[in-house]
């Protein structure tokens, strides 16, 4: 078993390095079998010099007239890697325990049915405040049990994907600004389980819970998963950088 681990970025070079300095480890590497690619919207901040000097693909979006949402450029990263298993992390985001979160990866998928996992997400405990652990909190709990009836989802700060599912629904849905990572395990949960990982935590940036408060991003993410499924299609034309 291999993995890719593909990592979507729009000037994320204040936040990328500390993701890059838990998983470009040649313990891990050598233990785990991975690789590392940038895929990026184009960036003019200094991503694309870091990612070429610390990881092993940069894929880098030219096309100047126009933005590249998340889900092109994880299908972009998908298109050129080269593993089974299809590891899509957010630029911003740790991860508590980066090599118990590979083992569970080969454990869930080298000997069950699961189609695809995630995993918790909050936010670091440096960081976080008492309406983080209210909002997030709710949010692990109420995705952990879409995931059991049936319905299917994961936050898209990291999305686990066996390649041959992610093939057979087609990637993500680039024409969705947002709520493609809800669209996507949608559509992994009709033809396979999803594991819903307690055991390993993301730590997402606050960053736009800060900018917007957390009842708007609630919102936005609520009426964009309404869309999703009533109209297939996002109510946001674009999603807004936060930096």
């Not at 440096?126 to 209210?134: M, V």
């Not at 692990?140 to 700060?157: A, W």
């Not at 493609?180 to 819903?196: A, P, S, T, V």
Request: proline content about 2%.
């Amino acid at each position: 078993m291999n993995f890719s681990i593909i990592i979507p970025t729009l000037n994320e070079i204040k936040l990328l390095p500390n993701l890059i300095n838990q998983i470009n480890d040649e313990k891990l590497k050598s233990l785990f079998n991975y690789e590392i690619i940038i895929s990026d919207g184009g960036s003019n901040d200094g991503t694309i010099d870091f990612a070429f000097n610390n990881s092993d693909k940069v894929i880098v979006h030219s096309d100047k007239n126009r933005k590249q949402n998340i889900g092109e450029g994880r299908n972009i990263g998908a298109a050129n890697s080269e593993s089974n298993i299809l590891i899509f992390l957010n630029g911003d985001i740790e991860i508590s325990d980066p090599k118990k979160l590979f083992e569970i990866i080969t454990k869930k998928f080298s000997k069950s049915d699961f189609a695809a996992m995630t995993c918790r997400v909050d936010i670091h405990p440096n960081e976080e405040i008492l309406t983080d652990k209210i909002f997030l909190g709710f949010y692990n709990v109420y995705f952990h049990f879409l995931n059991i009836i049936g319905v299917g989802m994961g936050r898209g700060e990291i999305h686990i994907i066996k390649r041959d599912i992610f093939t057979k629904v087609d990637g993500y849905n680039e024409k969705l600004a947002a709520g493609e990572d809800f669209d996507l395990f949608k559509r992994i949960r009709k033809i396979g389980k999803i594991y819903f990982c307690n055991d390993v935590t993301i730590f997402e940036s606050p960053r736009r819970y800060r900018e917007h408060g957390h009842l708007s991003v609630f919102f936005k993410w609520l009426l964009n998963s309404i869309y999703v499924v009533l109209f297939k299609r996002s109510l946001s034309k674009e999603w807004e950088q936060v930096r």
